[in-house]
């Protein structure tokens, strides 16, 4: 009983919120932007999942907020610059999605591209974070060989 105690009060005592590393993601977003403008939205993913790599688990929070928040960047600048062509375009993909009969619901596409923003940032936040676990609980040979 003593011996269940003990390890639960060490557990619980290890255990603390997830810390919210404000100027990094600041950074990571400000380079998911740039990555994901020369390269592609793709590899703007490998920023989120290195991320998540590096720093403690439950970085997948951090990462989430960090796609989300460069996608939204994306998508006020491009309303901001080019309002009738970013709506007209939206309007279009909306249409083709839904066979001309979706007039009006050209706001669907930018939410559902910022869930899917939240998503991918969240998933390659969860990969990250569990392959620094995996990476730190395998075995160590002497050439250096997994």
Do not use: C, D
């Amino acid at each position: 009983s003593e011996r269940l105690h003990k390890k639960t009060s060490t557990f619980m005592h290890t255990q603390s919120p997830p810390r919210f590393h404000v100027l990094p993601s600041i950074l990571a977003v400000l380079v998911i932007l740039v990555v994901h403008i020369v390269i592609g939205w793709q590899a703007s993913l490998l920023i989120s999942l290195a991320y998540s790599f590096v720093l403690p688990s439950k970085a997948y929070i951090e990462a989430t907020l960090q796609v989300f928040s460069a996608w939204l960047i994306l998508l006020v600048v491009s309303y901001t610059l080019a309002p009738q062509e970013v709506a007209r375009m939206t309007e279009t993909v909306i249409n083709i999605i839904a066979r001309n009969s979706a007039q009006g619901l050209g706001w669907v596409l930018p939410i559902v591209s910022l869930l899917f923003a939240a998503l991918l940032g969240f998933l390659t936040g969860v990969v990250g974070s569990n392959l620094r676990l995996l990476v730190a609980k395998a075995p160590y040979s002497e050439s250096g060989a997994l």
